[in-house]
């Protein structure tokens, strides 16, 4: 026999989703990151390299400056026309500049000897490096240039990053409908679900999660479904098992108020009995509903002979033609044989044979009527019905009544099959009260 299969997860599936997108995410950032940086460096490397050839071509063209001696510079190199972002100067140390290129201004950047890095009034980043024939030399970049590139990289990283993730958080969306809608189907099924219809029940799930839910599901609603049978079952089996004490105590009120008041208290002492047996019935009736399967019995010794002595059986002949000693619940037993014994009166039996077998593990008790009994295919959805513990309305509110007490016994009730010729109906109710040896 296969294996079932394994259904995916959908824990599963939520948390790839977010590891892919999530690493996905860090490397278009890495790869954003690294682009900005290597764009801006790249410009900051250009731009050094590009004014160090100006510098070498203001000094190449001075040098053969017309009216200039060899080896003397002017104080203003010359220099093509460009946007001049890294300009230099020499200074003494009283901070006369001496020589500078075109753009650097013309005081100063440091109006003390400064070495090293440092800030300069007019938004100047300079490094300052002393001479040995004296002075220093003063290189510097305009600060909005460094801001400039500095911000450039920021805004370029943003907004590589606002766009990923935007394209991520559609797609988890997306991906996260998708995953979700087995949920969402799930929810209306048990939006629409009715536990007495069992074909209303939730499919089985697509994940694993909702398969545990339908699974779930499905256990509660035949919880449901069988205390929804039980109550409308004991609703019809206490009007039916009422109806017979009622109206014997009827009957017997009706007499005494014919008969002469000698006989007064022989008719209140019958009453008496019947309130009695009345009592016990409603007693073992909510006993039996209120715990359904998992009833506790109140097991005692018991004969057919003594449980009969509690029935009223008026116009219906009933004959033991067997009976032995065995363990039930007289009161809920009682119930069960006022029952089967109501239901061959109602099919117009006058003549019942009972007899009670011994077995292993209980006894069997078997109800025989001359009654008009039941066609072969009545027999076979009764059985059928009673198999399957199927106690809905179209078993007999009798029969439903002597199953359930049977089943709180741990048995049975069966319709054996009828012999050929032979007239009524039969059956055949089996109790599980010890266990075998």
């Known amino acids: 026999m296969s294996a079932a299969p394994t259904l995916p997860s959908l824990r599963g599936e939520l948390t790839r989703l977010s590891t892919w997108i999530g690493l996905g995410g860090l490397l278009v950032l890495s790869l954003t990151l690294t682009w900005a940086v290597k764009h801006e460096v790249d410009d900051l490397m250009d731009e050094t390299l590009r004014e160090s050839a100006e510098v070498m071509y203001g000094v190449l063209v001075a040098a053969h400056l017309p009216g200039v001696p060899g080896g003397a510079l002017p104080a203003v190199l010359p220099a093509p026309e460009h946007d001049e972002h890294m300009v230099w100067q020499i200074a003494d140390e009283r901070g006369q500049v001496l020589r500078r290129s075109h753009r650097a201004p013309a005081f100063a950047l440091s109006p003390q000897p400064l070495s090293g890095f440092f800030d300069a009034p ?23 240039e460094r801001v400039e590139s500095r911000y450039e990289a920021v805004a370029s990283v943003v907004a590589v990053a606002m766009l990923v993730s935007l394209v991520w958080v559609l797609l988890l969306r997306r991906r996260t409908q998708q995953a979700l809608r087995p949920l969402e189907r799930l929810a209306r099924e048990i939006e629409a679900y009715d536990p007495q219809r069992p074909a209303s029940a939730p499919r089985p799930g697509e994940r694993a999660e909702t398969a545990a839910i339908t699974e779930a599901l499905a256990a509660l609603g035949q919880r449901l479904a069988r205390r929804l049978e039980l109550e409308q079952a004991f609703a019809a089996c206490a009007a039916h098992s009422l109806r017979t004490p009622l109206a014997g105590m009827d009957a017997q009120l009706a007499l005494a108020q014919r008969e002469p008041p000698e006989m007064l208290p022989q ?13 016990q019935v409603v007693q073992s009736l909510l006993a039996l509903f209120r715990t359904g399967d998992e009833l506790s019995l109140a097991l005692r010794d018991c004969r057919l002979e003594e449980l009969l002595e509690q029935i009223p059986l008026d116009e219906l002949s009933v004959e033991v ?15 069960a044989l006022l029952n089967l014994l109501d239901n061959t009166q109602r099919f117009g039996a006058r003549h019942v044979k009972l007899q009670a077998q011994a077995l292993a593990q209980g006894v069997a008790l078997r109800l025989e009527d001359d009654g ?26 009798g029969l439903r009544l002597a199953s359930m007490v049977a089943r709180a016994h ?25 266990e075998v040896d």
């Open 321 to 335: 033609s067997q009976d032995v000693e065995f363990r039930a619940d007289p009161n809920l037993l009682t119930i």
């Open 267 to 279: 008719r209140i002492a019958r009453v008496r009995g019947a309130v009695a047996r009345l009592t």
């Open 122 to 144: 007019g938004h100047w980043r300079a490094y300052g490096m002393s001479l040995p024939q004296g002075g220093m030399l003063y290189v510097a970049q305009v600060g909005s």
């Open 410 to 434: 741990r048995g049975e009730l069966r319709v054996p099959p009828q012999q050929a010729g032979q007239p009524g109906f039969s059956v055949e109710l089996r109790l599980w009260t010890r």
């Open 372 to 397: 008009r009994g039941a066609t072969d295919t009545r027999r076979r959805e009764i059985q059928q019905a009673l198999r399957e513990g199927d106690l809905g309305p179209g078993l007999g509110l």
